[in-house]
């Protein structure tokens, strides 16, 4: 049984950071795919960032900004976030699966296995 575990989530004021974090139980990270993808109001769920083996994938609205980690040791997968924007404010979920081939990693539905989300809330 695969479970994750998102913790960190809070309330900044733009241009503030935070870190995430992914506890996987049941899962081993190390050569699978992991995502963090964010859920905001009246929008569709987007991936942030993928990290599939020994390379990572950010989307535009998040180069520069937002970095993703692992401990594979302590199964854990981290985003770092910066420079926080009130455009970032969403329910922020991990995502994983075997594998995410470059045509389908952004979709939300290729992913098999999802945390519950923790909501991250920038004021301007």
């Known amino acids: 049984q695969v479970h994750l575990a998102e913790f960190g989530g809070g309330s900044v004021q733009a241009g503030g950071s935070l870190r995430l974090s992914c506890a996987a139980f049941?899962?081993?990270?190390?050569?699978?795919?992991m995502a963090w993808f964010r859920h905001a109001p009246g929008k569709e769920r987007e991936g942030v960032v993928v990290?599939?083996?020994?390379?990572?994938y950010y989307a535009d609205s998040v180069k520069g900004r937002f970095t993703i980690s692992q401990d594979i040791a302590k199964n854990t997968l981290y985003l770092q976030m910066n420079s926080l924007k009130p455009e970032d404010t969403g329910m922020y979920y991990c995502?994983?699966?075997?594998?995410?081939?470059?045509?389908?990693?952004?979709?939300?539905?290729?992913?098999?296995?999802w945390g519950q989300g923790t909501q991250v809330t920038v004021s301007s």
């Open positions: 995502a994983a699966d075997e594998n995410c081939p470059a045509a389908t990693r952004w979709y939300p539905n290729e992913y098999k296995y």
């Open positions: 049941g899962y081993t990270y190390s050569r699978n795919c």
């Open positions: 990290i599939y083996i020994d390379s990572t």
